[in-house]
């Protein structure tokens, strides 16, 4: 009796997943939306032709527990990061805009690249529960890269204007501009849940395709509320094409980098005509130099941290203005690898830049080896 339950139960276990399958071939079959009649301007799926490739599950699958290791690696570096900084007696406005931004960073290494390590699995699941997930990696990303053109422009402010700068910027408006970044980043992160997602694309094209089995979740995803549906979950599938490239690319990610540049090609400019007039070094030479310093290692945290991001937004910007062009599987997940990379740029370049950081961690590691003896 009980052999025949057990049975039974293992039945049924395979059976769903069987009908899972099916829900996520049936919804998510690219081959089928790129032949499907659908206008250029709403061509908003991608093309993966060669997913179920050998190649393509091996990158997967070294991807996977590379991602985790990138994860506990850049943890690391962000938590002794954040703790020199915060242990620090001076905090001027570049060292309190790094405490705020590492905590972005570090909400980025146990939130963002989890989700994006889990998605590159391609796993089914319930379609709000992923682009709840999604959302939560789009706001953490923007609160990080916001910090960068709030530095950038303290950095000109001090250089161009050193005797009013602590006047112009008082630690109320340092605490007001901060809030602002992170207010921000939150509040584009969420506009896909209000709606502006890819969802009814999703649904819209499913209906057109012909019903593959008998699977009750197949039928309720296409006749009941979308919540009901089940998804391949990935960023590329549920967001907006459109979102994608000219909320997030061109507005939040290339407009921001168009000003930061402007900023430290100011800077720079600055610094080399006032280094220029004296021969020697003095107070308000060394003073120029010390910031020309912090900007060098700040232009390469935004350089780094663009240039890893770049290709997972020039692939939607192909998509969206060639939308039959096929991609390739590999470009998606090595666009997703690069993503990952990005959150490692800003503690890591800090902390090879920076002398008195480094010996500040140095410091601080000895002293957990002298406690744990």
Request: charged share 10%; glycine share 4%; net charge positive.
């Amino acid at each position: 009796m009980g052999i025949s339950i057990l049975g039974q139960a293992v039945t049924r276990s395979l059976r769903d997943s069987y009908q899972l399958w099916r829900v996520e071939e049936s919804l998510m079959d690219f081959r089928i939306f790129k032949h499907l009649p659908t206008p250029a301007s709403q061509g908003s799926f991608w093309s993966l032709e060669d997913s179920g490739s050998v190649v393509h599950q091996i990158f997967r699958a070294l991807s996977f527990p590379m991602s985790i290791l990138l994860i506990l690696f850049i943890t690391t570096g962000n938590v002794l990061l954040l703790r020199v900084l915060w242990n620090r007696r001076c905090y001027s406005f570049t060292s309190t805009a790094l405490i705020s931004m590492g905590f972005a960073d570090l909400a980025q290494c146990l939130f963002s690249m989890p989700v994006l390590s889990f998605t590159s699995l391609r796993v089914a699941m319930p379609s709000y529960s992923c682009l709840v997930l999604v959302c939560g990696v789009i706001a953490w990303s923007l609160v990080s890269s916001s910090h960068h053109l709030f530095i950038a422009a303290h950095r000109w402010c001090a250089v161009t204007y050193p005797t009013r700068y602590k006047s112009i910027f008082s630690p109320r408006s340092i605490c007001f501009q901060l809030a602002f970044c992170w207010t921000f980043g939150t509040a584009i992160g969420l506009i896909p849940l209000l709606g502006y997602n890819n969802l009814h694309g999703l649904r819209a094209h499913n209906s057109t395709l012909p019903i593959v089995g008998s699977s009750s979740t197949v039928n309720s995803c296409l006749a009941a509320t979308i919540s009901a549906c089940w998804v391949v979950c990935s960023m590329e599938n549920m967001l907006n094409l459109d979102f994608i490239n000219y909320v997030l690319f061109y507005s939040c990610v290339l407009l921001p980098l168009v000003l930061v540049s402007v900023f430290y090609v100011l800077l720079f400019k600055k610094v080399k005509s006032c280094c220029a007039r004296r021969g020697l070094l003095g107070p308000r030479e060394t003073f120029y130099l010390k910031q020309k310093s912090m900007a060098t290692t700040m232009v390469l945290q935004v350089g780094l941290v663009a240039m890893s991001r770049f290709p997972f937004y020039l692939i939607n910007v192909v998509k969206l203005y060639a939308p039959y062009c096929a991609v390739p599987s590999w470009a998606v997940s090595v666009a997703t690898i690069f993503i990952v990379l990005s959150v490692a740029c800003n503690p890591f370049i800090y902390i090879l830049r920076d002398r008195n950081i480094r010996l500040q961690i140095g410091l601080v590691r000895a002293r957990n080896r002298v406690g744990a003896a």
